[in-house]
């Protein structure tokens, strides 16, 4: 991204630079990449008259810079200073290296590459440049080069074949060098495309009189060659051409990147799998071909090497190629070739050779031999593997995106039955599933004849049944997909099909490692043919070449397996693949290197998870045991919690009660540590076959298990047993991620002080990138919980950068936004705006649910600094329903906590109203089921989190609550201070809430801090609980009372004494929109007619929830709040307000390390 501007201003991220001396610095050192001197710099800088004291003038001028820029924007180097930045962050030196690199390209034969490369240069944008100072003579040759690209923007259009594009840009440059014949032959060729070849063959005599007359030379032979093919083009041959019913769809990127290839090469291969669109696309380059004379010749038809000379020579009427006889004697296939090559040597030519796989050897023998004995001819084959000779050039074609897939089916089907129902999302599930294989929509499509969209879908499950065609214009191995993919099956040696078939239970692709795992020695060769017969795709991931097969061709495969037997062996190969694997990445958390790790098994994880899925249903302890320790590893590190909870049940259910065999012992305690840190945010999950696990042997020595061990078997406080463990270690890393645990769990306890010695402890020795980010996220929270944001923003740069590396985007996305917070509690709204601007909002089909709500949050935040009170409400609940409209799944409440307490603190500070609808609602969410409160009970473990609950609640009752509740507020906003609540969000700042609580009771709230700071050791959950309890039983009364119009109904009944346990009825739920009931006697469940939904039923017992249900469904009506009013009662409340059922919702973490925050 472009931050310093010198050509269009002098600007540092948007931002002009002030003094004509800055900029002359910053153009100076931009334009010399090794530096500058210091004389020289004084000299270029101050030309008329040099200061009193040069050097001195020169460093405050550079650090004037550096201030406006950034630290490192300009360097020290020796004798005199050089720019810092990159290339990319210099719109001076980022023009340059795109035009380098595009003229690189354009010499290369990539013209799309060069298109784009030069583009990009001849964009940028240039002031007019006056004077020589050092600005504008930076601006002089910026100009130039911008000519210069536009130059080469205009060639490489002409060899993408977009002639009237090229045509302007090539006459400007003709004007500019006549003599150039590159430019000129692009040019005439242009212009016979555009005009027609009269208009180019009076250009170029033009030209070659010119030429006489100044030079007494004739043109270059190229360019008379050229002159011959426009003469031909008035009288054009053309054979084998078809033309279709309806364009390609989706096909441009592929048909420009043929025409470059075919710019710069005499033998294009287009490669492809089979129903790609191979021979279409090929038919379009011929049909457009500016060539004189153009040949197709179909080779599908042709089953030996000896026939395809005949077949050629048939195709263009050479004479001898057509006999009676089976195959044509030595000598008749040499006079044959050499008639051929006499045919079409006699002009330039392009010979389309279509289907060439079933005949590689024949096909490229003949065409080695025109190509030596021609001179003006280019080949165009197409083929699903490589002829392999020097001179080809491969293009393969790419599979239609989703968007064109659809487009395609829709026309279709349309044309098939044009009152078909083509709903978007059902066309749209179709085509996802077909690969983007242009024969497979068309097939699918064909089925609409009779049958709905939706039931088209439904049979892709059988797709190789489904997909058939009755149309008699398609070949016989077009009119089933089987048919498609099954001509290059057998096309196959036996080890190849066996390779193909075993490697198709990798539903996520391989590496060549793992094929040579999974195959033997021989694997690395046989990936190599497959690729080259189009039945694998290769792609590269972080410079690693990774194979996959298309869904279509995968699932052949597979059914090949199925045929074999081999189903078990090749399931056994790939779990020992996993097992292998698990074991060399075993210490990932410590891993020194973990970076690369890291990348590995991020590529494999899908395919892990698939051998976890299998081996515990299978209930494969061991490797369940390496995978989840390994995995755990991989998603605490990546932040994809939501995985690990994903299995967490059904491996806990496993493990727990084996009696593990001592070699397993470490990977079955880790997966043990793994699973009980994200269990233990369930409430409810007994942990204790868990924690047996960990007891067995000796100590363990794995991360997780060491790790858990400490906080969950061992005697002592959690944080002091880590502390003591990790001083005992003689591994920096180990050590440091056992301190990394005392400081969340001393955090969590809300002891910051604690958490922060421990943080920076671990600092004192080289980590790997994980933990050394962590540490300083964590470092960066308890900033935050300190009130000093300054610190919060430095460790967060120094965190998010390494997160980044190791693939954890989410959580290095948060911090990234969490530095615009600085300037913005500073008062800079503007720098907190650019630098959201630069961050970007996250990727809305990828990212998690924790970016997207921090860049919502960050706008909402940016909106109130700005005054902008109303759409800073908006934005904070449009946080909300962003996490109450998430799937639901872990994770949810801690984001549920934060987003609905932010946005309940902000109408309790900016709203206007002294009734607010809006605010009540999000004061219900607070105390709802899912967040626990109304109980008088908090099922976060994590005290900071609570303590957002708590503020948000004080801020209702300081801001709307009557003036008996207030005390309430004030001690809910004392304690959530003393447990150093998270005040990531600037809406919660503590000074603004204490302003808050001082408007209604004056000094209170400080004098309770002070009296629950000098309270001695831990500050727990107890306290809270009363105050909770009132403040839900004065919300209960006040939605009893007023219910916003509808009408309430109390009913009081009694259950029968003969059976206690019968449903209570509450026949006016049916016309109410809530509904109470009480009981002496105690309830142990509840149903209310005319009302859909669940409640909980809470007795005397406070931690005891019994569920029950309400039936009927007359109203939508969902009981959500339940809690105990007195002694053996129940209270059960209903609302029409949407919530989800306490049950399905469990607590994770909303960013890593552990849940905690």
């Known amino acids: 991204m472009i931050r310093l501007r010198l050509l269009d201003g002098v600007s540092w991220e948007g931002t002009p630079l002030p003094g004509e001396r800055v900029g002359a610095l910053l153009a100076v050192l931009a334009a010399e990449r090794a530096g500058v001197s210091d004389a020289r710099l004084v000299e270029e800088i101050w030309p008329d008259a040099a200061p009193v004291h040069p050097a001195k003038a020169l460093q405050v001028l550079v650090s004037r810079t550096r201030s406006a820029t950034l630290a490192r924007a300009i360097d020290r180097v020796e004798g005199g200073y050089r720019l810092g930045l990159t290339d990319e962050e210099v719109d001076v030196r980022a023009q340059a290296a795109a035009l380098a690199a595009a003229r690189t390209a354009l010499a290369a034969g990539d013209a799309s590459e060069a298109y784009r490369l030069a583009s990009t240069a001849a964009e940028v944008a240039v002031e007019p440049a006056a004077g020589s100072e050092p600005v504008g003579a930076l601006r002089r040759a910026a100009g130039a080069r911008r000519t210069t690209a536009q130059e080469v923007v205009a060639l490489a259009a002409a060899r993408l074949g977009r002639h009237a594009e090229a045509r302007d840009g090539l006459l400007a440059a003709h004007e500019r060098r006549r003599d150039d014949t590159d430019v000129l032959a692009a040019l005439l060729r242009a212009e016979a495309a555009t005009a027609g070849p009269a208009t180019a063959l009076a250009r170029y005599e033009a030209y070659r009189a010119d030429l006489v007359e100044r030079l007494g030379v004739d043109p270059d032979p190229a360019l008379q060659r050229l002159h011959g093919e426009l003469l031909a083009a008035d009288d054009p041959v053309r054979s084998g051409l078809r033309y279709d019913g309806a364009g390609l769809l989706g096909r441009e990127e592929d048909l420009a990147r043929l025409r470059a290839a075919l710019g710069a090469s005499r033998l294009v291969t287009v490669l492809g799998p089979g129903g790609i669109g191979k021979t279409s696309v090929a038919q379009v380059v011929a049909r457009e071909s500016s060539q004189p004379r153009v040949h197709v010749v179909e080779l599908v038809g042709v089953g030996a090497g000896d026939d395809v000379v005949v077949a050629v020579g048939a195709a263009l009427g050479v004479r001898g190629s057509v006999t009676s006889r089976l195959s044509l004697t030595a000598a008749q296939q040499a006079d044959v070739r050499g008639r051929l090559a006499q045919e079409l040597d006699a002009g330039p030519t392009l010979l389309v050779l279509d289907n060439c796989e079933h005949v590689l050897e024949p096909v490229a023998a003949l065409v080695a031999f025109l190509l ?74 064909a089925r609409v004849r009779t049958m709905t969209v939706a039931e088209v879908s439904a049979a892709l499950d059988d797709r190789f049944a489904t997909l058939r065609s009755r149309d008699p214009s398609m070949p016989d191995r077009h009119r089933t997909l089987e048919a498609v993919i099954g001509w290059s099956w057998d096309l196959l040696a036996a080890d190849e099909q066996r390779a193909l078939a075993w490697l198709s239970v990798f539903q996520d692709g391989f590496d060549r490692a793992t094929a040579v795992s999974v195959l033997g020695p021989e694997g690395s060769e046989l990936v190599d043919t497959l690729v080259e017969q189009s039945l694998l795709v290769i792609g590269e991931d972080g410079g690693r070449a990774r194979f996959r097969a298309l869904e279509t061709i995968r699932e052949f495969a597979a059914t090949q397996l199925a045929r074999t037997g081999e189903q078990d062996a090749a399931a056994d190969a790939q779990r020992r693949w996993a097992r292998d694997l698990a074991g060399r990445c075993a210490d990932l958390v410590l891993a020194d290197d973990q970076v690369s790790t890291v990348d590995l098994l991020v590529r494999e994880q899908n395919n892990l998870t698939d051998v976890l899925r299998h081996a515990l249903s299978v209930g494969d302890r061991a490797l369940v045991a390496h995978l989840v320790a390994l995995l755990g590893s991989l998603w605490t590190i990546t932040g994809d919690q939501p995985r690990i909870f994903a299995v967490c049940d059904a491996a806990a259910e496993l493990l727990t009660g084996w009696d593990v065999p001592a070699d397993l012992r470490t990977p079955a305690q880790d997966a043990a540590g793994v699973l009980m840190i994200h269990l233990s945010w369930m409430p409810g999950v007994d942990l204790a076959g868990l924690r047996d696990l960990l007891t067995q042997g000796d100590t363990p020595v794995g991360t997780w298990g060491l790790i858990a061990h400490s906080v969950y078997v061992a005697d002592g406080p959690a944080s002091e047993r880590l502390a003591s463990v990790a001083a005992l270690q003689s591994r920096a890393a180990m050590a440091a991620a056992l301190l990394l645990w005392a400081s969340i769990v001393s955090e969590n306890a809300g002891d910051i002080d604690a958490a922060r010695g421990y943080a920076e402890d671990a600092l004192g020795e080289p980590l790997p990138p994980y933990l050394h980010a962590s540490l300083h996220a964590e470092l960066s929270q308890l900033a935050i919980a300190s009130g000093d944001h300054h610190r919060a923003a430095h460790h967060a740069e120094i965190a998010w950068p390494q997160l980044a590396r190791v693939h954890a985007e989410t959580d290095a996305y948060s911090l990234q936004v969490a530095t615009a917070i600085a300037p913005l509690l500073d008062g800079d709204v503007d720098q907190a705006a650019a630098l959201l601007e630069r961050f970007g909002p996250p990727d809305g089909e990828t990212a998690q649910m924790g970016a997207r709500m921090t860049w919502q949050t960050a706008h909402a935040e940016l909106a109130l600094a700005r005054g902008e009170h109303e759409e800073g409400l908006r934005r904070y609940d449009a946080v909300v329903d962003l996490v109450l409209d998430s799937d639901g799944s872990m994770g949810a409440s801690p984001w549920l906590a934060i987003a609905a307490s932010a946005a309940l603190v902000s109408r309790a500070r900016h709203g206007t109203a002294d009734v607010d609808p809006r605010a009540d609602d999000l004061r219900d969410t607070v105390v709802g089921p899912q967040l626990g409160t109304s109980e008088g009970r908090l099922w976060f473990t994590d005290l900071p989190l609570n303590g957002v609950l708590l503020v948000a609640l004080a801020s209702w009752v300081l801001r709307f609550g009557p003036a008996e509740q207030h005390e309430d507020g004030a001690r809910l906003l004392a304690l959530a201070h003393r447990w150093a609540y998270n005040r990531s969000i600037p809406v919660m700042a503590w000074d603004a809430m204490r302003a808050m609580a001082d408007d209604a009771l004056p000094g209170r709230v400080d004098r309770l801090a002070e009296e629950l700071a000098a309270r001695p050791g831990r500050c727990g959950r107890r306290p809270a609980a009363p105050h909770l309890v009132r403040l839900s039983d004065h919300i209960f009364r006040l939605k009893a009372r007023t219910d916003r119009g509808a009408k309430t109904a109390i009913t009081t009944a009694q259950p029968s004494r003969a059976q206690p346990t019968l449903p209570v009825r509450a026949p006016s739920l049916a016309r109410s929109r809530i509904a109470v009931i009480t009981s002496d006697t105690g309830l142990t469940s509840a149903n209310a007619r005319n009302g859909p939904g669940i409640v909980s039923v809470g007795t005397k017992a406070l931690d005891r929830n019994v569920s029950g249900n309400i039936t009927s469904s007359e109203m939508p009506c969902t009981a959500w709040a339940l809690r105990p009013t007195m002694p053996n009662s129940v209270k059960i409340q209903a609302s029409d307000q949407p919530a989800s059922i306490a049950s399905r919702i469990a607590p994770a973490t909303p960013r890593t390390p552990p849940p905690g925050r």
């Open 372 to 445: 030596a004995t021609t001179r003006d001819l280019q080949v165009l084959a197409t083929s699903r593997a490589p002829l392999r000779l020097a001179a080809e050039r491969a293009v393969p074609l790419s599979q239609l995106s989703t968007d064109d897939a659809e487009q395609l089916f829709v026309r279709q089907a349309s044309a098939t039955r044009p009152d078909a129902v083509l709903e978007a999302a059902a066309v749209r599930t179709v085509v996802e599933r077909l690969d983007g294989l242009p024969l497979a929509v068309e097939l699918a499509a």
